[in-house]
């Protein structure tokens, strides 16, 4: 059959862009169709913290392989891509004994982490404050990228290095399959044709399937972001993530002493009620970003989150982001959010349509960490 590609892929953020990866690199004629200039979605809203360290041991699998590609990636091009490692900084000692049980999992799980003392940390974080800080354990392998910069680099590097074609500024309005040819038709009437197409259109439900999404257990999670002025000679390295991400992250949710910490919590703390912890990661211009909360929607209702920033969230972010890190400033350049969807039930939403078009999206807060490892899973999968 005459089709002009073997794949699109509807999306170009980075569950879209790790499908091309996968099927480049198995030489297939490969075409990326995304309805912004660059992304716009949660793939240039978020961290960059590419953290295996957090994710249940499904997901850290993905995770570590997505650390490697990343790290061959930056070889070949310069995707922003630095090996600071992550820290998870324990407040107290339930936090302590957390770090402490999930150092112990780690050493099974053969993934490298190190405990770090109280004066450890204090020496290698410049500005972390004695009164917060009881321990760490740190996790060396682990990266941080620029997001925003890095999506539209690997974008131009598929495409001058693998001969990927990137269809920008072009919404895909309908796909379909007849007698095995799929055809993607975009809103100024081209029809691209394929062997198959993979839909990651992130939470974007309205446009392809939303019968599909709005029967679908999906829903969507919005989350503020802040990031400060930039900070002078002050160098903050790799993922901070603090005792709040320590009782919240999936991993730790794996340690023996974790449920009993989450039954005594106050559940109508103000953290608690809009999912706040607090994470720091330095950008390369030397200002930090600083996030995040959670306020969640179900996937037919996403325009029930609004368009508008939570002040109070804003406040209460900076103050708790003082009570654990002097920086230089804390005068606010950005303010902004970002939203990612996730499946109540399943770790991600898959569906097919027909027998050669695909979906998959709702990867929640793991899509920067575990993309990599999962598309070539799937692109195996989906191309055996
Ligand atoms: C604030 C925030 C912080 C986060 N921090 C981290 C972190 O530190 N580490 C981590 O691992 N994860 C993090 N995440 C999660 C991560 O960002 C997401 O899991 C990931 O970006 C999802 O990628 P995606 O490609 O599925 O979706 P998206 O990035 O939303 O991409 C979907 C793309 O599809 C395009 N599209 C949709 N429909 C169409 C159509 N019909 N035609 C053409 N194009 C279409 C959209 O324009 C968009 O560019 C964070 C998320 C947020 C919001």
Redesign the pocket.
């Known amino acids: 059959m005459n089709t002009q590609y073997d794949l699109i892929i509807?999306?170009?953020?980075?569950?879209?862009?790790f499908h091309a990866y996968h099927s480049l690199q198995k030489n297939l004629k490969v075409a990326v169709?995304?309805?912004?200039s660059v992304?716009?979605?949660?793939?240039?809203?978020?961290?960059?913290?590419?953290?295996p360290s957090g994710m249940d041991i499904k997901w850290q699998n993905f995770g570590k392989e997505s650390l490697s590609i990343y790290k061959e990636l930056q070889s070949k091009a310069d995707l922003t891509v630095r090996q600071n490692g992550s820290v998870y900084i324990a407040s107290n000692h339930e936090e302590i004994q957390l770090i402490e049980e999930l150092h112990q999992i780690n050493k099974t799980n053969d993934y490298e982490s190190v405990l770090l003392s109280k004066s450890e940390c204090i020496q290698k974080f410049d500005g972390l404050r004695s009164d917060y800080c009881k321990g760490g354990l740190f996790f060396p392998q682990e990266i941080s990228v620029d997001?925003g910069e890095m999506i539209v680099k690997i974008h131009q590097y598929l495409k001058s290095q693998h001969g990927l074609d990137i269809y920008y500024n072009?919404?895909?309005?309908e796909t379909t399959e007849n007698n095995g040819l799929c055809t993607a038709i975009t809103a100024d009437g081209r029809k691209i044709t394929a062997s198959k197409i993979i839909i990651?259109?992130?939470?974007?439900f309205k446009?392809?399937y939303p019968e599909i999404f709005n029967e679908s257990d999906l829903e969507v999670?919005k989350?503020q972001?802040l990031q400060t002025k930039p900070q002078g000679i002050y160098s903050l390295p790799g993922n901070i993530l603090t005792g709040l991400s320590i009782r919240r992250y999936e991993s730790f949710s794996e340690c023996a002493s974790f449920q009993q910490i989450k039954d005594a919590e106050d559940k109508n703390s103000f953290e608690k009620k809009f999912g706040i912890h607090i994470l720091f990661k330095q950008a390369l211009d030397g200002s930090v970003i600083i996030?995040?909360s959670h306020e969640y929607a179900d996937a037919k209702n996403s325009d029930d989150l609004g368009y508008d920033l939570n002040m109070d969230i804003d406040e209460f972010m900076i103050k708790e982001a003082k009570k654990i890190i002097d920086l230089p400033t804390y005068e606010i350049q950005r303010r902004w959010?970002?939203?990612?969807?996730q499946c109540k039930t399943k770790d991600i939403f898959e569906h097919q349509p027909s027998a050669n078009i695909h979906i998959v999206?709702g990867?929640?807060?793991?899509?920067?960490?575990?993309?990599g490892g999962f598309s070539k899973f799937n692109i195996n999968t989906i191309f055996s």
Do not use: W
């Not at 509807?10 to 862009?17: A, E, Q």
């Not at 072009?170 to 309005?173: F, I, R």
């Not at 959010?337 to 969807?341: A, D, L, T």
């Open positions: 509807v999306g170009s953020g980075i569950l879209g862009t169709i995304e309805r912004n992304p716009q979605g949660a793939t240039v809203r978020n961290f960059g913290q590419v953290v997001s072009t919404t895909v309005v990651c259109g992130g939470h974007e446009t392809l999670s989350l972001m996030g995040d959010f970002g939203i990612y969807s999206t990867i929640g807060g793991k899509g920067m960490t575990g993309s």
